[in-house]
Each structure stands twice: as structure tokens, then as C-alpha cells.
């Protein structure tokens, strides 16, 4: 759980051209090059852009728990409220909170982000409010249910979802060697998981983060990243991106990482940070950052109203809202609610909410965004803020000789190009597949909108773009 932004700026359904919205998000990218050649300038100003060209959208759920309700047991071992009790939401004394998520609600859930394409993150909670390890068991609940819960999540969210813990309980902070949660006296104080961490230095950060992956690899789950319960308050920095890809390298091998803790409803330009870089050992760490506020949390208690919430994303007709706020603004699309949210104890209210909030985005933003992992998406931007590229002629063709420290598929650039000549590029020594629209274009193809020309290919550590460009003026 983390606070919720407040408020958000008056909408505007105004669509820029892609031109210019690709021009927003990569203004500050290096990479651009210039070819020149007898009769002039044959090419210029190479630069990454979006992936297939298309606005990158992501889901991010915090809090998954096996069987388990974590905010129920947050409010009562961190808020230090009466079992059950909502007491800050505006909700009645007789309606109490639900300690349980039912398994009915995952499968539900993963069924629909699997036929509905859905990509983000998926948190999950390995040693949920101290009550034991999700690989070992869990105290008062079935253990059987529990093996089940993370079956379903290991086969059909997993594929489609980046796993991570949410740090180890997400109420308290937890003693590594008693494997029991540290002693608390007041709401919040110092045995807050939350305050555990960030005051941690690199070691006993990275040990911390360590046992939580340990877990879940125990329970299958290989998570590449992580997501921080609440807030962060310690180093920023540097030392928790450096505690994440230690303890990732550690357990998964992984060299990239990513971690979730920042969001913002307010800006109106949210792009991905990289917060840590080495890349002579090519080893990374992106902060992943939620574009948007959390409107769904006001179905924690089974209340608002399903098209008014999803209003706040993308209004029904699809000229409104955040979404198109956040790609006038070359954006990407970012949005996270929680597990609990989603639950809307017991009425799946949030769930509605979000169902909704995509099936306006597929309809109305359609082929201008791409669902992706957070993973995926750590790797085109890191890719896309570290590679070079050195043009050059040879035997009458354009020469993009490209180099990163990060493969990544689907790495997309472009160029503008002088005169009107057949262009026929290829990539690795396999001819490019032409395609004649924005949608269509997928590893290794191009794309060619008057003097612009697009390129959509796996980057490799070393890869060469041939142009071959026949006829025509120059």
C-alpha cells in the first residue's frame, strides 16, 4: 500500500501527431548521426523511439497474498485498529473487512489478464504478515489452498506478469534469524516494515530482499524485481537500486533489474529512471514509475461507481482522462492499484473498475499502445538510453552499425531520409519485411512515412542495419 495522489488537472481530449508525440518522449536521447555523401545528405538524425512505435501500457498490482487479505492484518498489526474494522473509510460500523481473498477471485483474475493481453506486474508476498513462507505453508490457513494459489499464479500469471515480492510481510518488519516479526508498541513505529527498510544500509538491504526472492524461488516464482511495501524514506542515492540487483543477481542471475515504489498523479510526463548503471558489466536497474493516482481504492470497501473511476483513466468515448493526458505528453502509461482494491471485499468492485479501464484503452487507444512487463519495459529503456550507433558507407549502401551493452527485441529507431529511392534494408543479413502502417510493425520490418524511415529489430551487442537506396533523386 502506498499514499494515493490527490487530485489530478483539468483533461484534454486534443491528439498531437505522432510526430511530435514521439519527439516528447525522446527529445533527450542520444544516439542521433548523420550520413553524408557526394550529392548530399543521404540520411540523419537516428534515434530511438517508442517501442513499434506505441505508447508503452502497464498494470502494476501491489499486494497479492496467497489466500490471505493483507490489508486486514495490516490494519490490524500496523494501524493498530480492531480485527476487521475500516475505520478511516467512510463505511458503516456493521460492514466489516474480509480476512480472506478467495482462490475463485486469482482464477478469475488470470484468466482475464491471459484473454485479454494484459502485461505488467504482479507482486507477491513471501512471508505475508509473518504468518509463515508462502513455499512452507501458512499459519491458519490451508496449506493445500496455498500450493494451489501459487500454481496458478506460477502458470497463468506468470508468463504475462512480472512476479516480485513486496518485500517479506508487508506489516512488520521481520527478525531473518527468529523468522518472527519484530516487536511493535505504537501505529507505525519503528518495527513498520516500511521504516525497517529504509533504515537499512546496502548489506542488510540486500540480505533482506534476498530471503524474500529465496522464497519464491522455492515456490517457483523467478522475479527480476522488486516492489517496496508503502514508502521508501532511506538513501536515494543509490543504495536500494544496488541492494536490488545484488540480491536479484544473487538468487536469479538476472543483471537487469527493476523496482516499483514511486508514482505520480500529477505530472504530466512520467518516463521510466534508470537509477543504477555499469555498463562495461552490463548491469542495470530502472525505476519503474506509476503514471497515474489510485482511484480504485475507494472500492477497498466495495463502494464507488465502475464508469465514473474508470472515467479518471479514459472517459467512455476515449477522448478524455489520464491515459490521453499522459500520451499528449509523450508518456508512458503506468497505472497500479492494489490486490485489496481489486477485491473490493468480497463486491470485486476495483476489479470492474480496471476491466472497464482496459477495455476502453483496447478500443479507443488500440494500435498506439503496447501492454508490456515491467521487465520489458526496463530493457527497451535502458537499451534505448545506453546503445550507439556509428553510420557509415560501404559499397553504395547506408551502414547502421549499432552497439548496446542490452539486447532487446523489438528495438525500434528512426531516420530521415533525402530523396525518394527504393530503400531496402536489412538487418543481420536478413532482408527487413516493408509494411505500409504504424500497426503492423514488428521485429525486423520497416516502415516508411515520406521522408521518414522506421526500423523495428532485435538489437544485439553488435548489430548492422544495411540501406540499400536505388533510384530516385538525392
Known amino acids: 500500500m502506498r499514499p494515493i495522489t490527490k487530485g489530478r488537472k483539468q483533461m484534454t481530449g486534443y491528439w498531437r501527431p505522432w510526430s511530435t508525440l514521439l519527439m516528447a518522449s525522446f527529445l533527450l536521447w542520444a544516439g542521433a548521426a548523420t550520413i553524408r555523401a557526394e550529392g548530399g545528405e543521404l540520411i540523419s538524425n537516428v534515434k530511438a523511439e517508442l517501442p513499434n512505435l506505441r505508447f508503452p501500457i502497464c498494470l502494476l498490482v501491489d499486494d497479492p497474498t496467497p489466500c490471505v487479505n493483507p490489508l486486514y492484518f495490516y490494519m490490524r498489526d500496523v494501524d493498530k485498529l480492531p480485527a476487521g474494522s475500516f475505520n478511516t473509510w467512510d463505511a458503516p460500523a ?44 501458512l499459519e491458519g490457513y490451508d496449506k493445500r489452498e496455498v500450493d494451489e494459489w501459487i500454481k496458478i499464479t506460477r502458470e497463468k500469471i506468470a508468463p504475462v506478469c512480472d512476479i516480485g515480492p513486496e ?17 511493535t508498541r505504537t501505529k507505525r513505529d519503528a518495527a513498520w516494515e516500511a521504516t525497517v527498510i529504509s533504515d ?17 524461488k522455492k515456490a517457483g516464482l523467478i522475479a527480476t524485481g522488486v516492489t517496496q ?14 541492494a536490488v540487483l545484488a540480491a536479484v543477481k544473487k538468487v536469479n542471475g538476472a543483471k537487469l533489474a527493476w523496482y516499483f515504489i514511486d508514482t505520480d498523479g500529477g505530472a504530466q510526463t512520467i518516463l521510466p529512471k534508470t537509477m543504477y548503471l555499469d555498463k562495461a558489466n552490463k548491469e542495470a536497474v530502472v525505476s519503474i514509475i506509476a503514471a497515474a493516482a489510485e482511484p480504485t481504492w475507494e472500492c477497498v470497501t466495495g463502494k464507488g461507481d465502475v464508469s465514473k473511476i474508470a472515467d479518471y483513466y479514459i472517459s467512455a468515448d476515449g477522448t478524455n482522462g489520464r491515459f490521453v493526458d499522459l500520451m499528449n505528453n509523450g508518456s508512458y502509461l503506468t497505472f497500479y492499484t492494489h490486490w485489496t482494491s481489486l477485491y473490493g471485499n468480497g463486491t470485486k468492485k476495483g476489479f470492474m ?43 553504395g549502401m547506408i551502414v547502421l552499425r549499432f552497439q548496446s551493452p542490452f539486447t532487446c527485441p523489438e528495438f525500434t529507431v528512426s531516420c530521415d531520409l533525402v530523396g525518394d529511392g527504393k530503400i531496402l534494408p536489412s538487418c543481420g ?46
Open 229 to 242: 511495501p508503502n514508502y521508501y524514506k532511506g538513501d536515494q542515492a543509490g543504495v536500494y537500486a544496488k
Open 353 to 395: 473498475v480496471v476491466q472497464e479501464v482496459a477495455r476502453r484503452a483496447n478500443l479507443h487507444l488500440g494500435d498506439r499502445v503496447k501492454w508490456m512487463k515491467t521487465s520489458e519495459i526496463a530493457r527497451y529503456w535502458v537499451a534505448s538510453q545506453t546503445y550507439e550507433v556509428k553510420p557509415d558507407q560501404e559499397k
Open 94 to 137: 456493521s460492514v466489516k473487512m474480509v480476512r480472506d481473498i478467495s482462490l475463485d477471485f486469482l482464477k478469475e483474475y488470470a484468466e482475464w489478464i491471459s484473454k485479454n493481453n494484459i502485461r505488467g506486474k504482479f507482486s507477491v508476498v513471501p512471508f505475508p504478515m509473518g504468518l509463515g513462507s508462502i513455499a512452507e505453508g
Open 167 to 183: 518485500m517479506l510481510t508487508h506489516t512488520l518488519g521481520l527478525d531473518l534469524k527468529t523468522r518472527k516479526l519484530l516487536p
Open 429 to 474: 543479413g536478413k532482408p527487413m519485411r516493408e509494411v505500409t502502417s504504424r500497426k503492423d510493425l514488428k521485429d525486423n520490418s520497416w516502415f516508411r512515412d515520406g521522408k521518414k524511415l522506421y526500423l523495428c529489430f532485435h538489437l544485439q551487442e553488435a548489430a548492422t542495419v544495411l540501406i540499400s537506396i536505388a533510384g530516385g533523386s538525392r
Open 200 to 216: 537499512q544500509n546496502l548489506e542488510q538491504m540486500t540480505e533482506y530482499m534476498t530471503f524474500g526472492l529465496e522464497i519464491l
